[in-house]
């Protein structure tokens, strides 16, 4: 039996695989897929956060074939299928979060390590990369139809895939601390801009979790000949063995990042436009010329860091939040807004089901900052306590 980590027999899982789980799944990443859609909708930001209902989405239909293959496990299209689907979206989270910090740099550029497009050119670039190895790797890996040599390639794609997500995601955390640190030392670190940073350092440390177990787990089976009739079980890996290892660290971690991406959505914290950004008096928001990228999009994947123009002095031309010359408040009605702004003191009907106790308000802080401006009487401004009007400075 599965439960007892022995082979079943004509299953292409090794075990039979659970035929509950997967409807739980498949209907909870439905749900944030929803949500998700919603969010985009509501708050216009589909250039920044439009690839988390595409991710949420792969994840319905990865799990609804796997439901498929736990009553027919002896089928091999539909395996083929549901790995690769699983396997697919978890670097679209990652694209999403690199997205998303691309987005972050724009809003207080005067701390950005790197200009914010490239960003998202370079690490986008590396993603569709890692997106195509995956795909190749798990169908031709996965496929008992095709030949060894074929078999092996596919394992040398997985591989290679998992490695570069690991390398280019501690590189992508290393950026985002780097902007932090220079944001805290610079005492510019307001609500909304904490909250989003600390949302991707959660987002990529269960990605993270993720992709060195779908490591060490491939490292472990790549070298098994599943067709010698004088292999162990025994001395198989529980990983292969046992299914509650892939539910816990792939289906439940990607539930929860796509959960966490729904608590924290990114769009209730960052402007839709690319040109807004923070003053450097941490509270008024302008909308400027925004970055100019006049190298070719190919220099910018090869010198992301553009350290030609830094020796050349070239990188000082796009500081345009020195000068404001071309700076404008952004304003709503006649009132200039705050640096953050959300639809009001309540929170929003999907925040409420997915977060019933309001768990991240407690330790962001926002729902002591919502019963503070209940008591007095402040309405629907997020964060107007923490900031002043700035009125008369325009």
Known sequence: MAENGQYVDNSIWFYAPNKVAPVFFTIFFAISFAIHLWQCIHFKSWKFTGLLPWAALIFVS????????????????????????????????????????????????YHSPIHPGRVIT??????????????????????????????????????????IQLVVLTFFVS???????????????????????????????????????????????????????????????????????FWLFEGSLMLLNTTLMNVCHPGRFLPRSIKVYLAQDGVTELEGPGYQ?????????????????????????????????HAQPVTQGSKVTPATSEDG????????????????????GERK???????????????MEDRQTVQAKV
């Not at 010198?303 to 031309?317: E, M, S």
């Not at 929003?348 to 330790?363: K, Q, T």
């Not at 401006?373 to 401004?381: C, F, K, S, T």
């Open 62 to 109: 990865g799990y609804a074939t796997r439901e498929a293959g736990a009553f027919h496990y002896d089928n091999l299209d539909v395996f083929i299928a549901s790995i690769c689907l699983v396997y697919a979206a978890p670097p679209i989270y990652e694209l999403a979060n690199y997205i998303i910090l691309g987005r972050i740099l724009y809003y207080v550029p």
């Open 122 to 163: 370079t690490f986008g670039f590396i993603s569709a990369i890692v997106e195509a190895l995956n795909a190749n790797g798990a169908a031709n890996s996965s496929n008992s139809s095709l030949t060894k040599s074929q078999r092996d390639i596919g394992h040398a794609l997985l591989k290679a895939a998992l490695l």
């Open 175 to 245: 950026l985002a601390v780097t902007f932090h640190r220079r944001c805290k030392r610079a005492g510019l670190l307001p609500a909304n801009l904490k909250t989003i940073l600390y949302t991707l350092y959660a987002s990529s440390t269960l990605i993270l979790i993720r992709t060195i177990y779908r490591t060490v787990e491939y490292w472990e089976i790549v070298n098994v000949d599943f067709s010698d009739p004088n292999l162990k079980v025994s001395e198989l890996s529980p990983m292969v063995r046992y299914e509650w290892f």
């Open 293 to 325: 990228e006049k190298r070719n999009f190919f220099i910018t994947l090869l010198d992301p860091f553009d350290l030609v123009g830094l020796i050349q002095g070239r990188n000082k031309q796009n500081r345009f939040w020195e000068t404001q010359e």
């Open 345 to 364: 003191a309540k929170r929003n009907v999907g925040m409420v089901l997915l977060d019933p106790l309001d768990l991240i308000g407690r330790v962001t």
């Open 369 to 383: 900052r919502r019963e503070e401006r209940a008591r007095h009487g402040q309405g629907n401004d997020l964060l």
